[in-house]
């Protein structure tokens, strides 16, 4: 029997979508911070919104993209389950579900790497991303907003 979701009115690029995932992750791992606040994910390119005490360095900013970039090229899974609240609350953050949420919830997984609540469109394995580079970013009133693309991989340069 299939699971009873709430609808989604999205059409996310799954290379996009995934890759945010990461960046999420990522951004989870070396700041502390919780994942996006607000995020914006097209196919050309996307921008996500962070909140820190202050803006990242260079040196910062270029460790992100790399850290991305090598979760990537681990070639993980992608996977999906079905989980209760109950359940999903002991792996992932739910507080940014609406209130109406179905009380069944699908977690989607990058490998070992990130687990989340989510009913977007996802790759079935990173191999299939790309290139994750940082376009510009900008750090305002504890929001650093940073802007991104994937390089899809048939026009990454060897």
């Given at each position: 029997?299939e699971?009873v979701?709430?609808?989604?009115?999205?059409?996310?690029?799954?290379?996009?979508?995934?890759?945010?995932?990461?960046?999420?992750?990522?951004?989870?791992?070396?700041?502390?911070?919780?994942?996006?606040?607000?995020?914006?994910?097209?196919?050309?390119?996307?921008?996500?919104d962070?909140?820190?005490?202050?803006?990242?360095?260079?040196?910062?900013?270029?460790?992100?993209?790399?850290?991305?970039?090598?979760?990537i090229?681990?070639?993980?899974?992608?996977?999906?389950?079905?989980?209760?609240?109950?359940?999903?609350?002991?792996?992932?953050?739910?507080?940014?579900?609406?209130?109406?949420?179905?009380?069944?919830?699908?977690?989607?997984?990058v490998?070992?790497?990130?687990?989340?609540?989510?009913?977007?469109?996802?790759?079935?394995?990173?191999?299939?991303?790309?290139?994750?580079?940082?376009?510009?970013?900008?750090?305002?009133?504890?929001?650093?907003?940073?802007r991104?693309?994937?390089?899809?991989?048939?026009?990454?340069?060897?």
């Open positions: 029997m699971p979701l709430n609808a989604h009115n999205k059409e996310e690029y799954p290379p996009m979508h995934t890759a945010e995932h990461i960046l999420n992750a990522t951004m989870v791992r070396l700041f502390g911070c919780p994942r996006s606040r607000n995020a914006h994910i097209e196919r050309k390119k996307s921008k996500c962070y909140l820190l005490a202050q803006a990242p360095t260079d040196e910062q900013v270029a460790a992100i993209e790399s850290a991305v970039n090598a979760v090229s681990r070639n993980l899974d992608v996977t999906v389950e079905y989980l209760t609240h109950a359940e999903a609350a002991e792996i992932v953050d739910l507080s940014k579900l609406p209130d109406d949420v179905s009380e069944t919830l699908r977690i989607v997984r490998g070992d790497y990130d687990a989340c609540a989510c009913a977007g469109a996802h790759v079935k394995n990173t191999a299939e991303i790309g290139t994750f580079q940082i376009l510009s970013h900008d750090y305002e009133d504890g929001r650093w907003r940073v991104w693309k994937v390089i899809p991989k048939n026009l990454v340069s060897l």
